[in-house]
């Protein structure tokens, strides 16, 4: 199963990468929520291979939604994360696709086809990125911390970033917002930041992700600093190091 994830998200990467200079077509699903040609033919892609080798899994996609009733393994999967990215032909964008079992993730795989990384994780084996173990990073001063985070949808949701904007900013080291959850994640798992947090993320965006920081030894989270639920859909990811030093300046 996890070598099938790898092969469906290398074959959406590679139809992404083909499609991004051409001119888009792309059209709303909601307040600033975008879908394009190919975040549908890219989900195509990676339907077809899981069909065809698991036909009795469920699926649950950004684009064609919840398929195959309740069967005990579900993927989860995100064509393409960072559409609005891909749109502008900012280089930015990944392909989400999470395993889950029973209710527990198994497996995650995001790929980001213009570098070529690959990061995987397999849950109690480990996260990886093109082979090489990875592990959060040691930081533990907010003054030096790289905080990564992405803008919701909704209107309320972004006057809560603004807020918590206004309580992280002035403590941490940096703040970098990617247009890519997934990637944000990947980011943190792989130690090149060391926490990220969002208010409006759906489980197409953090299935593989956050088995990556888990696996990578870091620590994941609601806001409120509560075990995170599936599918919850605020989260705050760390090296854990920071993670109660964030909750503190956010005041949970």
């Known amino acids: 199963m996890l070598e099938t994830a790898i092969q469906a998200a290398r074959a959406a990467g590679r139809l992404l990468v083909e499609r991004l200079p051409n001119e888009r077509e792309v059209q709303a699903k909601g307040l600033r929520d975008i879908v394009t040609d190919a975040d549908l ?3 195509k892609a ?5 069909r065809a080798r698991f036909p009795d899994h469920a699926l649950l996609t950004e684009e064609e939604g919840a398929s195959g009733g309740d069967a005990p393994f579900v993927w989860v999967v995100d064509p393409l994360d960072g559409t609005t990215n891909y749109s502008r032909r900012m280089p930015i964008f990944s392909v989400s696709i999470g395993l889950v079992h029973e209710g527990e993730l ?9 570098r ?3 990061f995987v994780a397999e849950r109690g084996r480990g996260a990886t990125l093109n082979g090489q173990a990875l592990q959060v990073n ?6 030096y911390a790289v905080v990564g985070l992405d803008w919701a949808h909704a209107h309320r949701d972004r006057h809560e970033i603004l807020t918590r904007l206004g309580q992280i900013a002035p403590a941490c080291g940096t703040l970098r917002g990617l247009g890519s959850a997934a990637l944000g994640l990947c980011y943190v798992a792989a130690g090149w930041i060391d926490a990220y947090f969002h208010v409006g993320l759906k489980p197409w ?5 956050l088995l990556l920081i888990q696996e990578a030894g870091g620590r994941v ?5 509560q075990p995170w639920q599936p599918w919850g859909q605020r989260i705050l990811v760390s090296n854990g190091h920071i993670h109660q030093a964030l909750l503190e300046l956010m005041g949970t």
């Open 46 to 50: 990676i339907v077809q291979i899981i």
């Open 138 to 143: 040691a930081i533990d001063r907010m003054d």
């Open 41 to 43: 033919a890219a989900e």
């Open 205 to 209: 965006d953090m299935a593989a992700g």
């Open 106 to 114: 198994e497996a995650g795989v995001v790929y980001d086809p213009l």
């Open 221 to 225: 989270t609601d806001l409120d600093g």
């Open 116 to 118: 070529d990384h690959l």
